[in-house]
């Protein structure tokens, strides 16, 4: 079963015409923002009156699954918090997951990371043409991420295909710069490679909490390693409240580390993930995103059915015309509740 919701509604056999939805707007009455309320209901067909119904409303249906012939629809009370990121053009920026796979398995992982995970590789072949087609495309940026991509034997080439097409950044736990992997990562191109690395607070505690014992102490000694190669490193932070975020921010601070090197964000209630912000796709920017899978409309939840724009990765340009007609249709959708709404 998906995410735990604070209430619950037992639609029965009931739709939205047979009196389900002054229930629901009853039952959302008592919800704060955020909330989340699940609806459960043997009448499948309802799903589009809730999904039209939340567009309007400005709530969000993150979740629907079907157990035991019953469908569970998760609907989050009110919008998402304001994200601080800035509006940037569709295909600007392109992630790549190349792996699934990971030496750690954190419990808020947004895509189900851990040793056990099936690796899903896109492979060095693919990862090589992706970078081609990219650099025609208009990309300003790769970002490269998994699953730890370091636990790939042939990451030195993959960075350095995506790094010949555009500055490119890698998203690591830091844990496995040693060894080959040092190797690999000595011949990069420090002008063109970031190594964007986890760590979740200031003292080992909380990041441990969350990543397993004794992974701070070795974040930190891949934040130095790095360091120490000339590379520029940024120091990514997934928190869970404000007071969290404070915290870290004061020891970046005490560390002198540069606002352009720091990202800090709230937990996303996808993958393994209890508990944290719950992001529906109208609640994102697109950003293009390619797994083995397919292409994905954002990094968080790549791996999720209602994120997945098109199984087909090329041609490249093909694939981020399929995410720009999807944000097309999703602007076009909520300019007509606009049109709907407009009061004067
Ligand atoms: S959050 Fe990162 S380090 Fe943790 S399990 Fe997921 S991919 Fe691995």
Not at 13 to 26: C, D, K, N, Y
Request: net charge neutral.
């Amino acid at each position: 079963m998906g995410p735990k919701a604070n209430v619950t509604l037992d639609a029965g056999a009931r739709s939205f015409s047979t009196g389900l939805l002054p229930e629901l707007i009853a039952a959302l009455r008592g919800c704060r923002p955020g909330d989340l309320l699940a609806v459960i209901g043997g009448e499948a067909s309802i799903g589009a009156d809730i999904d039209a119904w939340c567009r309007f409303t400005r709530n969000a249906l993150i979740e629907t699954t079907v157990e035991a012939g019953r469908t569970r629809w998760v609907i989050r009370c009110g919008e998402a918090p304001q994200s601080s990121d800035t509006e940037r053009p569709v295909g600007s920026r392109l992630w790549l997951y190349t792996n699934f796979d990971c030496n750690l398995r954190c419990d808020y992982c947004c895509v189900r990371s851990s040793p056990k995970a099936p690796r899903r590789a896109l492979g060095l072949e693919r990862v090589r043409r992706i970078a081609r087609e990219a650099a025609g495309l208009g990309v300003g940026e790769i970002f490269v991420t998994g699953g730890e991509p370091f636990l790939l034997a042939d990451i030195g080439e993959i960075l350095a295909a995506c790094a010949a097409a555009a500055p490119t950044t890698v998203l690591t736990n830091g844990m496995l710069l040693t060894g080959r992997r040092a190797e690999a990562l000595r011949s990069l191109p420090t002008d063109r490679v970031t190594l964007q690395i986890s760590l979740d607070s200031a003292t080992p505690e909380r990041h441990d909490r969350h990543r397993g014992k004794g992974t701070w102490v070795r974040a930190w000694k891949g934040i130095e390693r790095a360091r120490a190669e000339g590379f520029r490193v940024r120091l990514a932070a997934t928190v869970s409240t404000d007071e969290e975020a404070e915290e870290f921010r004061r020891f970046l601070d005490a560390q002198q580390i540069e606002e352009e090197n720091r990202v800090i964000r709230r937990i996303a209630l996808r993958g393994f993930a209890t508990d944290g912000v719950a992001l529906a796709r109208a609640d994102l920017m697109p950003e293009v995103t390619i797994t083995a899978e397919g292409v994905y409309w954002h990094p968080v939840g790549a791996e999720d059915a209602d994120m997945l724009v098109t199984p087909d990765i090329f041609p490249l340009a093909e694939a981020f015309a399929a995410v720009r007609r999807a944000f097309d249709r999703e602007s076009e959708h909520r300019r007509r509740l606009a049109t709907i709404f407009n009061c004067a």
